[in-house]
């Protein structure tokens, strides 16, 4: 392995409804193909999910091959999210990029699903030493790196953004995901509405925003619904981040995860910044949800500390913590 080299690394995503093959050199992107399971109703129900998947990565892997301007024997190793996620759908994953490895007899690197989120944002983006606001449909926390860990300063005590959105959005008879439609509700909402409010610390909990917003259908307009619930729990994000800046005085935030993708989240977290002094950043709206190139991109970094795992001990970890991981390449 030359430490010189840029390496070459296949990513492969699949946590829940989300396949993902990217390949990327460096920070630059050659191929980013996914394809997203969306439910017909209620939520992801994981065995679904992972049929959606073990159909779907053949063929998307047959477009990488199509497309890709390299050759794949090009490639330098294979990345796969390793967890958190659903059991089963980690498994299909994890079977793909055994095979691969296997097949093009390159080593295996198991990414963390959570601080892929964030490497890519600190790849992308001029973001130094960051306090990490990651929003997802799965996960909700707030990260800074301190001795060779990424520290979780709060996070959510029940049930994440992204999931609150989805439950709400189906209440309300939108489309999976939740979260676009509620932003687009939103924007026409004129009234806000009393939710609860919760955010002990720098942690934060939505369940029961959910649960007021829910009892308001059919009494309230669903813009107005929308505009509260939005202006409630993004309030609680901002103000645990804006508590996360002072107790840790980091010089920027970053802000990641699909939920990125929100434009009013964004302008709060921008706020915040502003008032605090420090940069604010945020990864580009279609690499905010789930992807191949962020787990390609921790791959990279791993790749040139040495960090491999054995195809026999390459067992995926469902409830694998952010702050479980050693962060060997900062």
């Given amino acids: 392995m030359d430490p010189q080299k840029t390496p070459v690394i296949l990513g492969l995503e699949g946590t829940a409804h989300t396949a993902g093959i990217s390949v990327v050199k460096g920070s630059e992107i050659l191929i980013n193909k996914s394809t997203t399971y969306l439910p ?80 890519l944002g600190r790849m992308i983006t001029p973001a130094r030493d960051p306090v990490v606001l990651y929003v997802s449909g799965g996960n909700t926390q707030l990260i800074a790196f301190l001795n060779q860990k990424y520290r979780i300063l709060g996070e959510t005590l029940d049930v994440a953004i992204g999931n609150a959105l989805d439950a709400l959005g189906r209440s309300l008879g939108l489309s999976h995901p939740g979260g676009p439609n509620i932003e687009r509700e939103a924007s026409e909402g004129k009234k806000l509405l009393l939710l609860p409010y919760t955010v002990k610390g720098m942690s934060f909990s939505f369940s029961g925003a959910v649960t007021a917003a829910q009892r308001l259908i059919n009494v309230e307009s669903v813009q107005d619904i929308c505009f509260s619930f939005q202006e409630y729990t993004f309030s609680a994000l901002a103000e645990a981040t804006e508590r996360a800046l002072s107790c840790t005085k980091k010089p920027s935030v970053l802000l990641t995860g699909g939920v990125a993708a929100n434009m009013r989240l964004r302008q709060m977290i921008q706020n915040v910044a502003d008032e605090q002094g420090v940069e604010f950043h945020v990864v580009p709206k279609h690499l905010a949800g789930d992807n191949g190139a962020m787990i390609a991109m921790a791959g990279t970094l791993m790749y040139k500390v040495g960090e491999f795992v054995e195809i026999i001990k390459s067992s995926v970890r469902p409830r694998w913590r952010t702050d479980q991981v050693k962060v060997s390449w900062l």
Avoid: M, W
């Fill in 40 to 119: 017909t109703q209620g939520g992801i129900h994981p065995r679904e999910a992972a049929d959606y998947l073990s159909k779907h990565y053949p063929l998307l892997l047959q477009e990488v091959i199509n497309e890709l301007s390299i050759n794949l024997k090009e490639i330098d190793a294979i990345a796969f999210s390793r967890g958190p996620g659903l059991g089963p759908c980690l498994r299909i994953t994890a079977t793909i990029a055994r095979a691969l490895a296997l097949y093009l007899q390159k080593p295996l690197i198991g990414v963390n699903h959570c601080i892929a989120h964030v490497e």
